[in-house]
């Protein structure tokens, strides 16, 4: 076959044209290059001054950014008419719109997430029922470690829309420790013991104090509450702490910790049923 | 800055350590085991129950008692293990909080001092200015945190004795520092004084020929209401104990000379 013969083969293969698809290769090859180096560049600048996640967006940003402009001069290069790809880009950017919607939304839900911050990377946050480490907070999604070492992925978007407790904000927290005693015990020997027994525990704050409160009269105990702060890396810690130590206690001091319990009245003024705990062997049955 | 000098007769000095032997301390509450193995250097402590202990006992190898089951035993690996050790006092690593024995109110432009002791460390050297193998309190205090509120502040220790007017008030113990505080009150309010923070990691510290430990004297100068007080450290050992020579330098002494906040205690 003559390949002359062929439409443009002449232009295809004269000189100018291969030594403009080298040109424009090695602008591609050089603008990657320099897109990556810059992408880095910046990163190392930032690091220092800004968290993690703004430093992930802007070497990114750079990147992308760098590489726009190497892709439009690789066109130009190839002779590519920029205007007709302008037009199409515009119908593509419609569809691409409809079709990327939700993607749109969690990458805008994203960079308000990094420009408020409620949380950074390693708190330990809630949403609804999920809680656990943050591992990455990334344009679209953030991802968390729950503590049995599991990984959620939470989409932006839904984020924004929920709500988001930050369980290590502040340095130092307060754990709440519900405690029910029988009605027949000595509320205020019960206060000063739990009061004792938080003073005893070097983890536990000394400033702010340890709180007492008397929640109310449940159906089977008196419902109190002590409330200690601690540093928020030793709050589980100290919870379980003192809730051994008030087990112990309380059993040292001879202080019940009722089951719930019922009691059964034939009337309004008589005694209550006796209850007698029956036996296996035969004389009990008897 | 003065180099630091083992103390004749306080605890702070090198103790020679052969191979085999085994050495007890006791700093007040804090009791120390060492011994030494092949290629193996055992370090044992524990603390009593009473932390205003004023017993210092130095028991010589052949002579130490046993190490208690609820020691915390450290275990160190050594190609030849050092033939001696140095026991050397350190400042508490966080700043402490203090309190007057009862509060107190400064008019404007008065000036106090008071007294106050807080817990040392105990630093173990191996050897000749060797690694730290240990650096550990005497007492374990009680967390504590000093701040306008619980979003913003610092975390420190409790101090569980109160701040002295007078230097008799408070005995002489082997495990605990005394720190001189002048309290100024450079604004046009009073100053309530119900609580004080220490810079105890800036401060150095210093022993007397009768085995007492003192740091530095510290001056707190508070200029406004809202503002953080100015903190000012004395070159030196302080006026009460002027034989005292250096035994340990500050945890932090970069830090000095900023502003802080020393007296706004925690909003309820």
Redo the contacts between chains.
Sequence with gaps: MDWSTIAGYEELVSTERILSLVQAGATLILGFVVARLAARGIGKALQKRVNPQHTMLAKRLSFYGVMGLVLISFLGQLGVDLSVLLGAAGILTIAIGFASQTSASNLVSGLFLMAEQPFVVDDWIQIDDVVGTVLAIDLLAVRIRLFDNTMVRIPNESIIKSRLTNLTR???R?ADINVGVAYKEDVDRVKTILFELA?R????????KPQFFFDGYGDSALDLRLCV???KENIVDVRNAIRLEIKKTFDREGIEIPFPHRSLYTGSVTDPFPVHVVGSDRKGRE | MTERQPSAIGWNRSFELAETDQRFWQIGPFQLWAAVYPSELRLAYARGEDPLETTLAIERPGQCRDVLDEAEVQRFGFRHPPNSLELVPAVADRPV?VSPEEPLMLPPGEEITVFVSTPMWVRVVAGDAGPVLLDVPTI???????GPS??E?E?CY?SRTSARMNLENLPVRPHRAISVVRVKNGSMTDLNIE?MKLPTPQMSVFVTAKGRYWTEGVTLERHGENEPAAVRFDQGPPDEAPDATLAAAPRSPSQRGLLTRAFA??L?
């Design positions: 502040f340095p130092i307060r003073d525990h070097p983890l536990v704050l000394d400033d702010p702060w601690t540093a | 909080v374990r205090p009680t967390d504590s945190w000093f619980t979003m502040g975390l409790a609580k205690g925690i309820q």
